[in-house]
């Protein structure tokens, strides 16, 4: 019998139909073609399963015993190709049951969930989400295979491959952090005050350098940084009780703001703002359910996005 490779896989249709009719002519009028075709069609079975498929008797064609053994595997495979095919269901986030899954940094975690999990109690309240921690290496393997739905971040740390679809979502702009009473800083700090103060960094990697330490080496400069964590979580509060310096993302700052009494300042050094994006694989483009998911995040998005920067 051939294998997979050799085997043309357009023949099982042609399969499927002689074997309900066990006639040529009735087959060839199923699938509005000439007999002369069908019969062309019926050799070609022949030599791709080495075997006659279909035999003249005395009361007509019958199948061979391998035919009559593929019959059922070959239906079933049709019916299940043809399901495929259909357009996808309509999703109905009021009764889905539906998991989705995200990978995000605790900054987009901090921004995105909390409106993100009330939208969801509002019109998916069977819906579950699970959110992972975004890792060094790309998850790509993760999106292609479901496993994972988006990938939420910034664009250019994540740099994803240029064929999965990359959508912003809302632009960011670094700011710093000092606690409200600070003794020396009261207001917009200059290059000098700030590289005089000490400094907290979150590093994830737990590398000693930031994006603001490589601008700062550019221009033959260093600032004292005498605390690393991994993470936001505990920064602002071990900064809203110390003399340091955090400097973070403008709108994480102002969450922080909301919470602790800290002031948020601009940094005295040019950079660029940030693009926080979206990522997922193309395969799940027309999925309906995936596309509503997008929509929830993009909503959300667009509403941060257009609060202004204030710095």
């Known amino acids: ?41 019926l050799h070609r079975l022949r030599q791709q399963l080495n075997d006659p498929v279909l035999v003249k008797s005395p009361v007509g064609m019958q199948p061979s015993a391998l035919a009559l053994a593929l019959v059922e595997p070959v239906r079933s495979l049709l019916q299940e ?10 999703f109905d986030p009021a009764s889905s049951q539906r998991r989705f899954t995200i ?21 998916a309240p069977g819906v579950d989400i ?32 240029a064929h999965l679809h990359c959508e912003h979502l809302f632009m960011d ?28 960094l979150i590093s994830r990697t737990g590398d000693k350098l930031g994006v603001i330490d490589e601008k700062l080496l550019e221009l033959g400069l ?16 071990i900064v809203a009780q110390s003399n340091m310096i955090l ?25 660029p703002d940030y693009d926080l994006a979206m990522i997922w694989h193309p395969l799940w483009e027309k999925d309906p359910a995936h596309a509503w998911l997008r929509e929830q995040i993009n909503i959300i998005g667009r509403n941060i996005d257009a609060s202004e920067i204030r710095l």
């Open 247 to 271: 400097s973070l993302p403008y709108r994480l700052a102002i969450a922080f703001q909301k919470l602790l009494p800290l002031q948020v300042l601009p940094v005295p050094v040019s950079l």
């Open 81 to 90: 190709m043809e399901r495929l095919l259909e357009a996808p269901q309509a």
């Open 103 to 123: 990978a995000a940094t605790d900054y987009m975690e901090l921004l995105i969930l909390p409106e993100l999990s009330e939208l969801i109690e509002q019109s």
């Open 173 to 200: 702009r670094m700011a710093c952090v000092v606690r409200q009473d600070h003794p020396t800083i009261k207001a917009a700090p200059s290059l000098e005050e700030y590289l005089a103060a000490t400094h907290m």
């Open 1 to 41: 019998m051939a294998n997979l490779r050799t085997f043309d896989l357009n023949l099982l249709l042609a399969f499927d139909i002689l074997m309900r009719e066990r006639n040529v002519t009735r087959a060839a009028e199923c699938m509005f073609v000439t007999q002369s075709a069908m019969s062309h069609t």
């Open 130 to 161: 699970h959110v992972k921690r975004t890792e060094s290496a790309f998850p790509l393997t993760q999106l292609e295979n479901g496993s994972l739905d988006v990938v939420l971040g910034f664009a250019s740390v994540l740099n994803p491959p």
């Open 222 to 237: 260093e600032r004292r940084i005498n605390f690393i964590v991994p993470h936001f979580l505990s920064a602002p509060l």
